[in-house]
């Protein structure tokens, strides 16, 4: 029926069930959240933000982005039309292209908590003020979405 739920069992509405190859799904987001994809490509990305709107554009709470080319994870943030600082820092490239992963990512008070298959990769601290707002989860890239929740 086109719906998913979140962790709290909460509907979540999607464009797609369980698509094949994401381009774009966009996803209503409240809490917490998970995503199991099976990379089929070079990069991806995944993003938090507060509605859909390109006109004006919606505030970026985060937005990640795997470059396995460059091995990075980079993350940043747009907040009234402007972005932050990028931040591209890890211990390692936790991803294998064609080998399934988990991106979890939690929202705590002052920040996301990001981990891939279980292990806390970064931290990226809040730049919005209102995190009650982030409600759309955005994903894009070459990937074979398994769950999400």
Do not use: M
């Not at 381009?23 to 995944?46: D, M, N, Q, R, T």
């Amino acid at each position: 029926d086109g719906h998913l739920n979140n962790s709290l069992g909460s509907p979540v509405q999607a464009d797609v069930y369980f698509p094949r190859l994401v381009k774009h799904l966009y996803v209503g987001f409240l809490g917490g959240l998970f995503v199991e994809p099976f990379c089929l490509c070079c990069s991806f990305g995944i993003s938090l933000t507060c509605g859909e709107s390109e006109d004006p554009p919606a505030d970026i709470a985060i937005e990640l982005k795997a470059v396995f080319t460059d091995r990075q994870f980079v993350r940043n943030s747009c907040v009234a039309g402007e972005w932050g600082e990028e931040q591209s820092s890890i211990p390692y490239f936790p991803f294998i292209p064609d080998q399934p992963f988990r991106v979890e990512i939690l929202c705590e008070h002052p920040r996301f908590r990001i981990f891939v298959d279980g292990h806390q990769l970064f931290d990226f601290y809040h730049r919005i003020e209102t995190l009650s707002a982030i409600d759309t989860i955005k994903i894009n890239g070459d990937l074979q979405l398994t769950k999400l929740g």
